[in-house]
């Protein structure tokens, strides 16, 4: 059975640090990992998605994960936080497929302090 | 293009009474799918239908009821709702890999 497990429900950095948010996941089978946003009060928003090409992902806002297969790690990434980037971050796993069920983490809130 | 939307955006409910959750794409995907959003927890997947005409039950289907009418609209149904059925609802579709989500319907059952 596949699952996720994100490291720390409640991350705060400082606007312009580096921001490290932890994924890691278990799938018998390769799988497709994903991170979401969710915004307060909205829907939650694809940021990037790793489907077994390159290992390095970037995706939207200037996020980018890397997938290491040894570490069966998939951590969220930026350089410099922006007050912007404040809201919940969701990893999730999928073995693709015709059905393509997604399996959650319980997310990482994240704040940004000026 | 609207993507996915979904009605109501709130709705309050007494124990016992029944409702429906509408789901809408219009991006002629194939998969739809319903998730719950509890503090905590994540999201959890309720039911999914990867094409019209089927339907599969996800992690947490108890006390829900779908209809995946025509490609564009899955419904949810909750026949006689329970206070542990206070959630937030999101429905996605997808076609491949990624999906798309709707704004959530935000449900009280008091």
């Known amino acids: 059975a596949q699952s996720v497990t994100q490291l720390g429900s409640h991350v705060s950095v400082s606007e312009g640090a580096l921001v490290l948010l932890r994924c890691n996941y278990s799938?018998?089978?390769?799988?497709?990992l994903f991170w979401y946003v969710q915004y307060p009060n909205q829907g939650l928003q694809l940021l990037l998605k790793y489907t077994s090409a390159a290992t390095l992902v970037k995706g939207i806002n200037g996020f980018e994960a890397e997938f290491k297969k040894s570490e069966t790690s998939f951590h969220l990434t930026k350089p410099s936080a922006h007050m912007s980037d404040a809201a919940e971050y969701f990893c999730a796993v999928s073995e693709g497929g015709a059905t393509n069920k997604l399996i959650f983490g319980t997310g990482t809130l994240l704040a940004v302090q000026p | 293009n609207a993507g996915v939307t979904q009605t109501p955006k709130f709705q309050v409910l007494k124990t016992g009474q029944s409702m429906t959750l509408q789901c809408a794409q219009d991006m002629n995907h194939n998969s739809m799918y319903w998730y719950r959003q509890d503090p905590g927890m994540g999201l959890r997947l309720i039911y999914y239908s990867a094409s019209e005409g089927t339907t599969d039950k996800g992690e947490v289907p108890n006390g829900y009821n779908v209809s995946r009418l025509n490609k564009r609209e899955f419904s949810l149904r909750l026949e006689s709702a329970a206070p542990s059925q206070t959630s937030v609802y999101f429905c996605?579709?997808?076609?491949?890999?990624?999906?798309?989500f709707g704004p959530g319907t935000r449900l009280t059952v008091l």
């Open positions: 799938s018998s089978v390769p799988p497709y």
């Open positions: 996605a579709s997808s076609e491949g890999t990624g999906k798309i």
